[in-house]
């Protein structure tokens, strides 16, 4: 007995220990990523800026503490990173070029094309641009396309393809168990919908992605063909022919790039563009070295702040609001807050969002109108500001889009399924009800809806389409039969949308912030980005294992990832929706 005690309590200091020398270590660990995170950048002299085109790129940057501390690799860029990173790159005297290294890259169009542009601005510096890559995606190559020099490896590819836009559609697996998406719509391109009735595009649909699919295959072929010197025509003859299956002669043959070389090869050229000894470490920088890199600007002395609020992912009502998207309550708090803050004299808005709850969407309507009162507001548009992104975007002064953005979508539907066949037939189980008053009951999803009930709900959604068309007449300054001419739930390019003035200006996000100081009469300022990101500390004690689980899936399936997105929030999805098509992949 006394040698059992003896062992127990041995055992039970060494797990004290164990734990205690664990805890110092995750202690110190914690503290030396929080110490990395926040160390400014060393440059070296002839270094090398590479931005790897590999992971996926959100609007903003934001660390995962869970990822950091398990060693996981998620690698999510920040839109707003990589921009800023190209532009530090410019100024800095000690920076010589950038080195393009292509990979798998999940970009949408609009955030490449902004990307592209930041390029191109770079390359007026006189500093070079180089390319390299074993396997180029069309994404990659697009934005390869403004080097200097694109080098392939030898037995590598270039894809150049031209686009597909794809949906998915779920009628038939609705059907199999036993389920009815009852459907309550305005607009004849409202197409948010068709995946549960449809197994195919409706004609409708098919000719408003047709038509967007071909004006951002038209920005891409013209960017391309401006950089490479190779005429349009012959672009799309090359696209037809498929080149990511040609062998790499092709590529030169054709212009596409310009060199065959291994990777030993490129870091060679590295070196003769750069001055370095053959024998020497070529110097690089990464966007993550580019965060903590200063800008050599004197300080702005001022007070003046301009401020870039962004509105990223699905529009959410409150507290059912996904977390990774733009929960309404809160956004209406932090506008708040900047239309009652005297330093802030601008707002630019930056909207990358494909829609979500209508009544979410009129929520923020109407404080950016209370904003727009106070001060400028410009809206910069990413990727996406269609349906209930178009919604809190129509009512600023002034409004900026990518040529490649896709917005518009000026519509409204609703969406209540009915279980009885999956409950009563598939499940064996059955409900009775006893109620008050003959409508008590009403979006029961045990039963179908009664011709009253369908009536009451379409007249919901025809009042909230009459409200969103005024809501973009009155900020557009278009008579409502107009904005109904190009509304129906129509998707529109930002190249089409200026033509209709939905979109006042094609640009960046750079172009938005001038014209915010310019309304502002403000020629001295700080630009400071909304909402503030959380610091490392709070960010650790808010991660939770479906963030963390969230991160990695998103990382494994890039474009797939949306769908079961969609799927996992939809318990929490508002009944009438503004929002884009259910699911569109565009390669």
């Not at 037809?240 to 030169?252: C, L, S, W």
Request: aromatic share 8%; charged share 25%.
């Amino acid at each position: 007995m006394k040698d059992f005690l003896k062992y127990l309590l041995a055992t039970v200091i060494g797990l004290c220990i164990v734990g205690a020398i664990f805890t110092i270590i995750g202690i110190a660990s914690i503290a030396g990523m929080v110490a990395s995170s926040g160390t400014e950048t060393t440059v070296k002299d002839n270094s090398v800026f590479v931005i790897n085109l590999s992971g996926n790129v959100a609007e903003r940057s934001q660390s995962n503490p869970m990822n950091q501390l398990l060693g996981d690799k998620f690698t999510t860029y920040g839109l707003n990173d990589i921009l800023n990173s190209i532009r530090k790159a410019k100024e800095h005297e000690k920076i010589k070029g950038i080195c393009l290294n292509a990979e798998a890259f999940v970009c949408p169009s609009a955030s490449l094309q902004e990307i592209r542009n930041a390029l191109l601005d770079f390359k007026e510096s006189g500093k070079f641009v180089v390319a390299y890559g074993g396997n180029y995606s069309q994404s990659t190559y697009y934005l390869a396309s403004v080097a200097d020099k694109v080098a392939v490896n030898p037995q590598g590819s270039l894809a150049w393809h031209g686009l597909a836009a794809q949906s998915m559609f779920l009628k038939d697996l609705l059907d199999k168990v036993g389920v009815e998406m009852q459907i309550f719509r305005v607009g004849t391109y409202k197409s948010a919908v068709e995946p549960y009735t449809s197994t195919e595009m409706s004609p409708a649909n098919r000719e408003q992605t047709q038509a967007f699919v071909n004006s951002i295959w038209g920005q891409m072929v013209k960017n391309v063909s401006e950089s490479r010197g190779i005429p349009a025509d012959t672009l799309n003859a090359l696209a037809d022919r498929n080149m990511d299956f040609q062998p790499a002669e092709a590529y030169i043959q054709t212009g596409l790039a310009d060199t065959l070389l291994y990777k030993d090869g490129m870091l060679a050229y590295l070196k003769q563009l750069t001055g370095t000894d053959e024998d020497d470490n070529l110097n690089t920088l990464y966007v993550e070295d580019m965060v903590n890199v200063q800008r050599n600007i004197p300080k702005d002395k001022s007070g003046n702040i301009l401020a870039v609020y962004y509105a990223a992912g699905e529009i959410g009502d409150g507290a059912l609001a996904s977390d990774e998207g733009i929960n309404s309550e809160q956004m209406i708090n932090d506008l708040r807050r900047l239309r009652e803050d005297e330093n802030v004299k601008a707002v630019v808005l930056r909207v990358n969002s494909p829609g979500g709850s209508a009544y979410g969407s009129e929520q923020i309507w109407r404080e950016v109108t209370l904003l727009k009162e106070k001060k400028p507001v410009i809206v910069s548009m990413g990727d996406y500001a269609a349906s209930g992104g178009y919604y809190i975007s129509c009512a600023a002064d002034w409004i900026v889009a990518q040529p490649t953005t896709l917005t518009g979508s000026i519509g409204i539907f609703g969406v209540i399924p009915n279980a009885q066949k999956l409950l009563n037939d598939k499940l064996g189980i059955h409900f009775d009800v006893v109620k008050s008053n003959r409508l008590a009951d009403l979006g029961d999803i045990s039963r179908p809806f009664t011709e009253e009930e369908k009536n009451l709900v379409q007249g919901m959604v025809n009042k909230g389409y009459e409200l969103f068309t005024k809501r973009c007449a009155d900020g557009r300054k278009m008579p409502v039969e107009d904005i109904k001419k190009i509304a129906e739930g129509r998707v529109w390019t930002g190249e089409m949308a200026k033509d209709l003035k939905l979109v006042d200006e094609l640009g960046g996000i750079d172009r938005a912030i001038a014209i915010a100081a310019e309304r502002a009469e403000i020629t001295e300022y700080t630009v400071m980005d909304y909402p503030k990101q959380e610091e490392f500390f709070l960010s650790l004690l808010n991660s939770t294992t479906d963030h963390y689980l969230s991160a990695g899936l998103k990382e494994q399936l890039g474009e797939w990832y949306e769908p079961f997105r969609i799927v996992k929030n939809l318990k929490n999805a508002d009944h009438i929706q503004a929002r884009m098509p259910f699911i569109l992949t565009i390669n």
